[in-house]
């Protein structure tokens, strides 16, 4: 047993407690704050065009440069998370969009405020990276999975809060308030999270075992259990790390890890954007008025809770990998009806039911699964890169939305998402490993390919 396995070994067999909730707060808030800082754009975005502080087309640049930014920052945590650690990145990323938004909140123009929202863009990107793959390293095997949609539902419920608070603050006392409670919240937070330890599992993989088995013992004290009453096969020894390149992730050894987490996030991206973004203005275009077509959508949205809920309870027992396919294959179902519905209860009923696919896929997808594929010393780059490409398809994406919805209708956005669908849940089906209830060690000692022994010929 290595030492990184003994680390997991240990880390996996301890009973939940305090310290597993207190972690899970901590990530939790950091994530809260940065989802906020995502979702009160809508309504300052708003606020600046009806002051006259704005335009479309500025406010454009605006919604673009926040995703070049967050795809940056996925990128970004992923490379200094493997590199410098778990501690040093999150802590990083938080303080760049806590400061960034509360420079924006402080804005002289428009121009510096797209200016300090692609720095935010850059913080935020990196969270969800390192959030969800801290959280992992923790948390034991049998509770891994349901920690993450936990996870994923905490963070989800700031869009409610971003749209009251919106609509509380911004007529009375204007948009900056909105950047600086995400700003002062952000640094709260990150005061609170300088007594968080580093990943064990990273040290250990970085070859500081001396280290890991420090922290180990701690965490093993505040949970109640004996750090000497574990009996590793072999002794723990400081080791010399082999480096991880990036190009690993390419190996034969881990391209279909990296396939696999490319497409899912992807997949949920679009299809995220394309229907929960989009359903406002395909109601409108059906005919109906623009209060009604809130007041849809609202209904709609509630699935979301629901599909976190319904994702905590499957996955440790169906599993991440099959309980993304099985909620694709439904999405899809649900998918086809929306266009049939005619009525405004079949309307918010298709929309309840595909709302909590969506969110199903979530909370199994980039809250767990991503961060599973791949092993400790490539975690964050192999999630930072699947973030990334997932960010940067959703810049195009609108874009094919819109030319689908005036060449086809709604019909033809149907069609995209079921066909993205479908194409998600047959990679993960024919490649995709299944992660539950296994040790992250476990799930990511994959074979390397036999090769085949010379010859010898006889001449």
């Known amino acids: 047993m290595n030492t990184t396995s003994s680390i997991g070994a240990r880390l996996d067999r301890l009973p939940l407690s305090g310290f597993h909730y207190r972690l899970l707060g901590l990530i939790a808030a950091g994530m809260f704050f940065d989802s906020f800082d995502i979702y009160i754009a809508g309504s300052v975005l708003a606020a600046l065009i009806n002051s006259h502080e704005s335009t479309l087309a500025l406010n454009a640049t605006f919604v673009s440069v926040t995703f070049i930014g967050m795809m940056a920052g996925a990128w970004l945590s992923g490379v200094l998370g493997d590199r410098f650690g778990r501690r040093f990145t999150y802590q990083f990323n938080l303080g760049i969009y806590g400061f960034a938004s509360i420079a924006a909140a402080l804005a ?71 950047f600086a409670i995400a700003g002062v919240g952000a640094l709260v937070v990150w005061f609170l999270r300088k007594s968080m330890p580093e990943s064990p599992r990273w040290l250990a993989s970085q070859g500081r075992a001396a280290e890991a088995e420090k922290i ?55 299809v995220n954007y394309a229907f929960v973004s989009w359903i406002p203005t395909f109601l409108v275009q059906q005919g109906h008025s623009v209060s009604n077509s809130l007041g849809l959508t609202t209904l ?37 009806s929306y266009p049939f519905a005619q009525s405004e209860i079949a309307i918010i009923a298709a929309g309840f039911a595909i709302t909590c696919c969506i969110y199903v896929l979530s909370s199994l997808s980039v809250a767990s699964y991503v961060p599973e594929l791949f092993p400790t010393e490539l975690r964050l780059r192999g999630a930072g890169l699947c973030n990334a490409i997932g960010r940067g398809v959703n810049i195009l994406v609108p874009y094919a939305i819109a030319a689908v919805f005036a060449g086809f209708g709604i019909v033809g956005v149907i069609s995209l998402i079921a066909g993205t669908l479908l194409l998600q849940a047959v990679i993960v089906a024919t490649i995709g490993p299944e992660t539950k209830n296994r040790s992250l060690e476990d799930i990511a000692d994959v074979p390397l390919p036999v090769e085949r022994a010379p010859q010898n010929v006889n001449i």
């Open 300 to 336: 709609m949205f509630a699935g979301g809770p629901l599909g976190s809920l319904i994702a905590f309870a499957l996955a440790e027992r169906l599993g991440r990998k099959w309980g993304i396919v099985l909620f694709s294959l439904v999405g899809i179902g649900f998918g086809v």
């Open 108 to 178: 002289p123009s428009m121009y510096w405020l797209i200016f300090f929202r692609l720095v935010m863009g850059v913080g935020m990107g990196a969270e969800i990276v390192v959030g969800y793959g801290t959280l992992s390293e923790f948390i034991p095997a049998d509770w891994r999975g349901r920690f993450g949609t936990v996870l994923n539902l905490i963070i989800n419920t700031s869009l409610f809060l971003a749209a009251f608070l919106g609509w509380l603050i911004i007529p009375h006392f204007g948009w900056r308030w909105m």
């Open 216 to 270: 180990v013992a701690t965490i093993e004290t505040r949970c109640g259990v004996s750090p000497n009453s574990y009996v590793a096969q072999e002794p723990l020894a400081e080791t010399t790390a082999t480096p991880a390149r990036i190009r690993d992730l390419f190996s034969r050894r881990l391209l279909t890890r990296t396939i696999t987490g490319i497409t899912v996030l992807v997949g949920l991206f679009t």
